[in-house]
């Protein structure tokens, strides 16, 4: 899919009812936020290049991941545009794969000041949400 | 003290009308409005006021209805008014949702840390939290998010514009961490304690991230 365009919308799944239910109201707030954070250590947080594509392929991607992750179901996705996620020093690196050609890594920047939880609050507060389609 | 905390925003620019002098008849006046909100709105209803110039008898200007928020349109019924011109612009006067029911979803804090799998909210963070809650209300009613962390803290979201976010984590050690989020901007302070709080960080930050602020 070549190099990433500052427009271009990055989509996290999302697979906690709590956090989808908030992200509706808004996506400014701490539980948003969890989307975006990983466990201790990890740097980089998995999103899809879905912009303009038929999201029947994501969804399944979705369902079938919720499984893989005992989650409580697939319930959409959180859109941050590449040029919010790429600010604070953090970098978004293509990463596709045979299985997932769409998929792109933010790559975080942790500093003295700013850790994964100041990155997971600032990349919700810059998305919006996007419901699961039905298929 | 009230439940219920009230504030207010201009939304337009006064706008001269020139009101019919016949009694006999009034007119419609509609003021078109473009706001943004934001998703994370912290009010639950609103209602229109005008604000008008020179001042006049309300018995001149009534509510022709009292609209949501989230529509472009409002509209007055303007009456006879002999003296001319008038400038009108519209205020959205908000009612935030309670403290109370903020201070509810602290209640619950408990509930969330279960299903997520964490540590229970430590006594001294959701006090902490408590007493933070009800003094940024002051500053910013509206409803505030409540999170469970890791190591039994507890942090608060409170309402914003979208695009902005300002969250204030308090630890099982009584120290506290804020985080304002921006537009292409974030900053940071941390506390040992929540001694001399909300300072002005905590205040500038929650005027900088007020949904009606914009």
């Given at each position: 899919m070549g190099e990433v365009r500052p427009d271009e919308g990055l989509w996290r799944s999302v697979f906690s009812g709590t956090q989808a239910n908030r992200a509706r109201r808004g996506t400014g707030n701490r539980t948003v936020a969890k989307a975006f954070q990983e466990r201790d250590g990890v740097t980089e947080l998995s999103v899809d290049r879905?912009?303009?594509?038929?999201?029947r392929e994501g969804v399944r991607k979705g369902d079938r991941d919720a499984v893989g992750r005992s989650a409580s179901g697939f319930y959409g996705w959180l859109v941050v545009p590449a040029s919010a996620a790429e600010a604070n020093g953090r970098r978004v690196v293509p990463s596709p794969t045979?299985?997932?050609?769409y998929h792109a890594d933010i790559v975080l920047a942790f500093t003295d000041r700013f850790g994964p939880k100041d990155h997971a609050l600032a990349l919700a507060t810059a998305s919006r949400w996007h419901e699961r389609p039905s298929l | 003290m009230s439940d219920h905390a009230y504030s207010a925003a201009e939304l337009t620019e006064p706008r001269a009308i020139r009101p019919p002098t016949d009694p006999a008849k009034a007119a419609d006046v509609a003021f078109d409005y473009d706001v943004?909100?934001?998703?994370?709105?912290?009010?639950r209803l609103s209602y229109y006021a005008v604000r008008v110039e020179?001042?006049?008898?309300?018995k001149w200007l009534r509510f022709h209805s009292r609209n949501l928020v989230r529509r472009k349109t409002a509209r007055w019924t303007v009456d006879a008014y002999p003296q001319g011109s008038l400038a009108l612009a519209a205020i959205v006067a908000t009612e935030a949702p309670t403290l109370a029911e903020s201070l509810a979803l602290l209640d619950r804090v408990g509930e969330l840390a279960l299903e997520e799998g964490?540590?229970?909210?430590?006594e001294v963070a959701s006090s902490t939290a408590r007493k933070l809650l009800s003094d940024m209300h002051r500053v910013l009613p509206g409803l505030y998010d409540v999170c469970p962390e890791e190591g039994g803290g507890v942090t608060l979201s409170a309402p914003s514009a979208r695009g902005t976010a300002f969250t204030v984590e308090c630890d099982a050690s009584g120290a506290v961490e804020c985080v304002v989020v921006l537009p292409a901007r974030m900053r940071k302070a941390t506390y040992?304690?929540?001694?001399?709080?909300?300072?002005g960080f905590i205040r500038e930050a929650l005027e900088a991230v007020s949904p009606l602020a914009r």
């Amino acid at each position: 899919m070549g190099e990433v365009r500052p427009d271009e919308g990055l989509w996290r799944s999302v697979f906690s009812g709590t956090q989808a239910n908030r992200a509706r109201r808004g996506t400014g707030n701490r539980t948003v936020a969890k989307a975006f954070q990983e466990r201790d250590g990890v740097t980089e947080l998995s999103v899809d290049r879905y912009d303009g594509l038929d999201l029947r392929e994501g969804v399944r991607k979705g369902d079938r991941d919720a499984v893989g992750r005992s989650a409580s179901g697939f319930y959409g996705w959180l859109v941050v545009p590449a040029s919010a996620a790429e600010a604070n020093g953090r970098r978004v690196v293509p990463s596709p794969t045979e299985e997932n050609p769409y998929h792109a890594d933010i790559v975080l920047a942790f500093t003295d000041r700013f850790g994964p939880k100041d990155h997971a609050l600032a990349l919700a507060t810059a998305s919006r949400w996007h419901e699961r389609p039905s298929l | 003290m009230s439940d219920h905390a009230y504030s207010a925003a201009e939304l337009t620019e006064p706008r001269a009308i020139r009101p019919p002098t016949d009694p006999a008849k009034a007119a419609d006046v509609a003021f078109d409005y473009d706001v943004d909100i934001g998703d994370n709105v912290p009010l639950r209803l609103s209602y229109y006021a005008v604000r008008v110039e020179p001042r006049i008898p309300s018995k001149w200007l009534r509510f022709h209805s009292r609209n949501l928020v989230r529509r472009k349109t409002a509209r007055w019924t303007v009456d006879a008014y002999p003296q001319g011109s008038l400038a009108l612009a519209a205020i959205v006067a908000t009612e935030a949702p309670t403290l109370a029911e903020s201070l509810a979803l602290l209640d619950r804090v408990g509930e969330l840390a279960l299903e997520e799998g964490l540590d229970a909210p430590h006594e001294v963070a959701s006090s902490t939290a408590r007493k933070l809650l009800s003094d940024m209300h002051r500053v910013l009613p509206g409803l505030y998010d409540v999170c469970p962390e890791e190591g039994g803290g507890v942090t608060l979201s409170a309402p914003s514009a979208r695009g902005t976010a300002f969250t204030v984590e308090c630890d099982a050690s009584g120290a506290v961490e804020c985080v304002v989020v921006l537009p292409a901007r974030m900053r940071k302070a941390t506390y040992s304690d929540a001694q001399d709080l909300p300072d002005g960080f905590i205040r500038e930050a929650l005027e900088a991230v007020s949904p009606l602020a914009r």
